[in-house]
């Protein structure tokens, strides 16, 4: 007849380490929100969930190896139904006093572990929203180009039209965005008797603004051609003819690059009116 293993004697300290892990995890999942929900950084994101993880299996480890009834008991198999003998004892080592699992403190902090990671969870599905700025799609589709923002070379200086020589493209960026890389774009001088596509969004006598980014995946295009007008994107050499509105002619991108309308101000600067005439960047951020 079956009987109930004997309970070895508990370790000292055994409660207290296993406690101590499941407070350091949600200790690492609190951390994780409040990094999360100052605007996210993330080496300190990765680190707290590390320390919210490692906590929680530390914890867990514990409890298996020095609670858990262990030993090496063989018998042959019965069946999958245990006789109603054995569940009476199981029953009997799970609601005893001496449970593993009625161990004063021990539950109540794995479930405060798994809440305060489950909660932290959900902070990132906030990125999925339709109303997030910091979601890639919401992002393009708002840049911090619009009426009167001032074209900035990579130095931080307004740019004029006589900054910009035929045959050069200057990067710019929009004054007073997030960081230096806020929604690039760059302006060139092309020959207006050479356009085969009026531009978009008009041109100063020949110069153009369109958005840095490849309508492939998001890279910069930089390398310019200049006898042809066409521009080119390295990564996966997406070819745009500026003469035909910067329309894609090789390579996969099937969209042109967004045009940037443009004046000049009364001091003589280039300012935009208003924001690109297309959301920039790769064709899959647009889609919700």
């Not at 906590?55 to 139904?81: N, Q």
């Not at 001496?98 to 539950?107: A, E, F, Q, Y």
């Not at 902070?123 to 840049?143: H, I, K």
Request: charge should be positive; include cysteine.
């Amino acid at each position: 007849m079956s009987r109930r293993p004997p309970v070895a004697p508990t370790p000292p300290g055994v409660n207290r380490r296993i406690i101590l892990s499941f407070l350091t995890s949600a200790a690492g999942a609190v951390g994780f929100t409040v990094v999360y929900g100052l605007g996210g950084q993330t080496q300190w994101e990765g680190v707290c969930l590390a320390v919210a993880f490692a906590g929680l299996a530390t914890g867990l480890a514990i409890w298996g190896r020095r609670l858990a009834p262990t030993g090496g008991y063989v018998e042959e198999h019965e069946g999958f139904t245990p006789p109603p003998v054995e569940q009476t004892l199981t029953a009997a080592a799970l609601t005893a006093p001496d449970s593993p699992i009625r161990r004063r403190g021990l539950v109540a902090t794995l479930g405060l572990a798994l809440t305060a990671l489950g909660v932290a969870a959900l902070f990132p599905l906030r990125s999925l929203l339709p109303w997030d700025r910091t979601r890639p799609v919401q992002a393009r589709r708002d840049t911090p180009w619009g009426p009167g923002v001032r074209l900035l070379t990579g130095g931080g200086q307004p740019l004029r039209p006589e900054d910009v020589p035929a045959g050069t493209v200057v990067g710019v960026f929009p004054e007073g965005g997030v960081d230096a890389g806020d929604a690039p774009a760059f302006a060139v001088r092309l020959r207006p008797e050479r356009f085969t596509r009026p531009p978009s969004a008009g041109h100063l006598d020949g110069l153009v603004v369109y958005s840095l980014l490849c309508t492939h995946a998001g890279c910069p295009v930089r390398l310019y051609l200049k006898g042809t007008g066409r521009i080119l994107c390295p990564c996966h050499q997406s070819s745009f003819d500026l003469f035909a509105d910067a329309a894609p002619v090789a390579g996969p991108a099937a969209r042109s690059l967004p045009g940037l309308p443009v004046e000049v101000d009364p001091d003589g600067h280039l300012r935009a009116t208003g924001d690109f005439t297309a959301p920039p960047g790769a064709g899959f951020w647009n889609r919700p």
